[in-house]
C-alpha cells in the first residue's frame, strides 16, 4: 500500500511546506500515489531515488515516478517546487526516475515560465482553467522529455548490476514492508544472499538495506500515528510487527519517543 495522502489533483507545493509535520514526511523513505517533479532553485543535499543516492543542487530537476521509494534531504537553505500530476493524470511521463542537472540558463528560464503558468491556472477563476492546467502539464512532460535526451547519463560510483539490483529491491519492498519480511527474504526471493544485497545497498546510497526497510515501516507508522486514531496495536500488526510491545521498542529506540507519545506531541 502506498502513501495516498496527496490528493487526486494537480498541485505545486514550496518544498520547504513538503517537511511541514516533521523533516521525517520527507527524509524517510516512502513512495508516492502519483508522479513528482521536485525542481530545486536554491541549497544543496542528497536525494535517494530507488535506493541511489545522489547531491542535488540549485537548477537540478529530479521526477520520481508513482510508487518509486524515495526521501532526500530539506536544510533550512533548501527552496524550489514540487510539482504533483495527479494520482489520475494522463500526462506522458518517463516510468523511470530523472534526475536532470540544468545547466543552460534558457531551459532554466522555460521550466521556470511552465511552473508559473501551471500555478496561474490553478489560482484561476475563468472558465477551462482545468483544461490550461493539464496541457500546461503535458508541455512540462515535453520540456522532461526533451532535456533527458539532451543529458549525458551521470556516471555513478555504484556498478549498474548494484544499482539495477537496489532499484529491484526497492520495488519488491514497497509492495511487501507489511509482510513482516526482513532482509533475508527479500534476498531469497531475489536470488541473492543478504550480504550481496547490504553490500550493493552501501555501494548505491551509502546504507544496508535494513535501514532501508526501517526507514519505510517507520515512515509508515509516524504517518499512521499522526493521520488516523488507530489503535498502535492495530498499527503494529498492520506493519508486520511480532508484537505491539516489539513495535513499541523499535519506535522509540528510533524516534526517542513511544508511539503513544509521538501521536500526542504536536
Known sequence: MKDLSPGPQARLMAIPRLAAGGRWRVEAMRSLSEPMLLWFTKGQGRITVAGVTRGYTPHNAVLIPAGTMHGFEVGPQV???????GRNSDVALPVTPLHLRIR???SQVEVNQCLDSIQRELDSPEPGHDRAVRHHLGLLGVWLERQAARMPPETVVAPVSARRLVMAFTALLERDFRSGRGVADYA?????TPTHLTRCCQRTCGRPASALLQDRLLFEARRMLTETDRPVSHIARDLGFTSPSYFTRAFLHQTGKTPSAFRRAP
Open 79 to 85: 527552496f524550489g517546487t514540487a510539482v504533483f500530476f
Open 104 to 106: 543552460d540558463s534558457q
Open 188 to 192: 531469497a526471493a531475489m536470488g541473492v
